[in-house]
Antibody, heavy 118, light 112 residues
Framework: EVQLVESGGGLVQPGGSLRLSCAAS????????MSWVRQAPGKGLEWVSV???????YYADSVKGRFTISRDNSKNTLYLQMNSLRAEDTAVYYC????????????WGQGTLVTVSS | QPVLTQSSSASASLGSSVKLTCTLS???????IAWHQQQPGKAPRYLMK???????NKGSGVPDRFSGSSSGADRYLTISNLQSEDEADYYC??????????FGGGTKLTVL
C-alpha cells in the first residue's frame, strides 16, 4: 500500500527556515516523479516543486531560489528545504507521487501546516 | 502554457447526478488531466486520469459512481447517485513540460 507521511511543519518567523520531510512506503521514491503542492488557507492547490526520477528539479517562480527539493534514497524520503520564508508561504504543504507515464499526481500525503508569522 | 478553468461552485440533490467541467486553454485541448477530490478538512484524493479520447483510469477504491468523459477541450467528472460524502472541492490537474503541474481553481460541490 502506498503511503506518504509528511512532517516538519510548524510556526516560523519571516526570514526563517524549515525543512519538511515526506516518508514514503509501498513504492520507491527514486523511481518516481515526486512533487510538493501547497494550499494557503481557504485557497486552491498550488504546485511548488518536482524532482524527477533522474534527479532533475523544477520550482514554481514563487519559490525559486528559496526552496530546495531533494530525496534520500536510503531512507525513501522526500524533502523540501524552505529558506527566507515569507508570510505568503503560509500553507498546508502536501507531498505527492506522480503516476508513471504522464506525470500527474496519483497519491497524496496528509499534509503538514507551515505558518510564517512574527 | 496550459490554463485549466473550473466553475467555482456547483450543487445537486442527494441521489441525483452532477457533471463538473474542467476546460483546457486554447492549444491544449489534447492534454490529459487528473481529477482530485478534497473533502472538508482533508487532504486531496486522486480520483482518475482522463484523456482527450474520454478514456479514464480511476484510482484505487474510487466508487463506480464516479466517471469521466471528454469533448474537445472540456473534461468532465460525473458523479451519479450523489451521497453526502461527495460534498467536497474538486480540482483538475494537468502537466506541461514548461509549467509542470497546473491546477484548476477548483469547484465546490454542495449536496442539497
Amino acid at each position: 500500500e502506498v503511503q506518504l507521511v509528511e512532517s516538519g511543519g510548524g510556526l516560523v518567523q519571516p526570514g526563517g527556515s524549515l525543512r519538511l520531510s515526506c516518508a514514503a512506503s509501498g513504492f520507491t521514491v527514486s523511481s518516481n516523479y515526486m512533487s510538493w503542492v501547497r494550499q494557503a488557507p481557504g485557497k486552491g492547490l498550488e504546485w511548488v516543486s518536482v524532482i524527477y526520477s533522474g534527479g532533475i528539479t523544477y520550482y514554481a517562480d514563487s519559490v525559486k531560489g528559496r526552496f530546495t527539493i531533494s530525496r534520500d534514497n536510503s531512507k525513501n524520503t522526500l524533502y523540501l528545504q524552505m529558506n527566507s520564508l515569507r508570510a505568503e508561504d503560509t500553507a498546508v504543504y502536501y507531498c505527492a507521487r506522480d503516476s508513471a507515464g504522464t506525470p500527474l499526481i496519483d497519491y497524496w500525503g496528509q499534509g503538514t501546516l507551515v505558518t510564517v508569522s512574527s | 502554457q496550459p490554463v485549466l478553468t473550473q466553475s467555482s461552485s456547483a450543487s445537486a440533490s442527494l441521489g441525483s447526478s452532477v457533471k463538473l467541467t474542467c476546460t483546457l486553454s486554447s492549444g491544449h485541448s489534447s492534454y490529459i488531466i487528473a481529477w482530485h477530490q478534497q473533502q472538508p478538512g482533508k487532504a486531496p484524493r486522486y480520483l482518475m486520469k482522463l484523456e482527450g479520447s474520454g478514456s479514464y483510469n480511476k484510482g484505487s477504491g474510487v466508487p463506480d459512481r464516479f466517471s469521466g468523459s471528454s469533448s474537445g477541450a472540456d473534461r468532465y467528472l460525473t458523479i451519479s447517485n450523489l451521497q453526502s460524502e461527495d460534498e467536497a472541492d474538486y480540482y483538475c490537474e494537468t502537466w506541461d513540460s514548461s509549467t509542470h503541474e497546473v491546477f484548476g481553481g477548483g469547484t465546490k460541490l454542495t449536496v442539497l
